[in-house]
């Protein structure tokens, strides 16, 4: 099994330009989620969804968007990119809440300029 | 709201010990522990759910207050391999499926 797996890896984008992060899990999992990891600031959620076609706001959703259509994948999607939304994105997920380990992917680093 | 973690870093000599603790303003349901390397993606380590349970994994132990709602992470004759930065996430009671980490503990074991 894979577990979680997310594409790309690393991205470039220039200010003002559009992007989706996506996030494939193989683990039949209900909960998926989308954190940012910034210095200092730790995991900070930005959207999350407890099942197919449901969605729902994190900590920090603003610039931000997400889809589930298939239980399996979560897709972030930045609109007009903007240089505070450098980061490192982590998906992950979860089979339910109260008791269960988040399984995380290996991040996406991205940089706007 | 974020949990408050404390100390925000703490350096050790191997076989030291250490406890890291996690503070929060919201009555808890469950308290997780995960570890992170450098460059790497955050590794679960335990979940302590309300009960003022107490919890090991080798070395690591934690323990969970729920009066007080705080948790506490407790290394053991640490050893290098402890090293990377140690977060709490928390589920606050009544708001199920949202996990809100801690902003980490810098945990760095010398010879």
């Known amino acids: 099994n894979a577990g979680v797996t997310q594409t790309p890896k690393f991205r470039v984008l220039k200010t003002g330009q559009s992007m989706t992060l996506l996030c494939a899990q193989d683990?039949?999992?209900?909960?998926m989620y989308w954190y940012r990891q910034d210095p200092g600031m730790g995991l900070r959620l930005i959207h999350y969804s407890v099942g197919e076609g449901t969605t729902a706001k994190g900590e920090v959703p603003d610039g931000y968007n997400v889809s589930r259509l298939k239980k399996q994948n979560f897709l972030l999607g930045l609109e007009s990119a903007a240089p505070s939304q450098t980061s490192v994105y982590f998906c992950a997920s979860s089979y339910r809440t109260g008791g269960p380990p988040l399984h995380f992917g290996n991040g996406t680093r991205l940089t706007v300029t | 709201q974020q949990p408050v973690q404390s100390p925000q870093a703490v350096i050790l000599r191997e076989g030291e010990d250490a406890v890291i603790n996690c503070s929060s303003s919201?009555?808890?349901?469950?308290v997780h522990w995960y570890r992170q390397k450098h460059g790497e993606a955050p590794v679960f380590l335990m979940i302590?759910?309300?009960?003022?349970e107490q919890k090991g994994h080798e070395k690591i132990s934690a323990s969970f207050n729920e009066k007080k709602q705080q948790s506490s992470l407790y290394l053991t004759a640490s050893q290098l391999s402890y090293s990377g930065t140690y977060f709490c996430g928390t589920e606050p009671t009544g708001t199920a499926s949202k996990l809100t980490f801690g902003t980490g503990t810098r945990l760095q074991v010398t010879l």
């Open positions: 919201k009555a808890l349901y469950s």
């Open positions: 683990m039949n999992h209900e909960y």
């Open positions: 302590l759910l309300k009960g003022g």
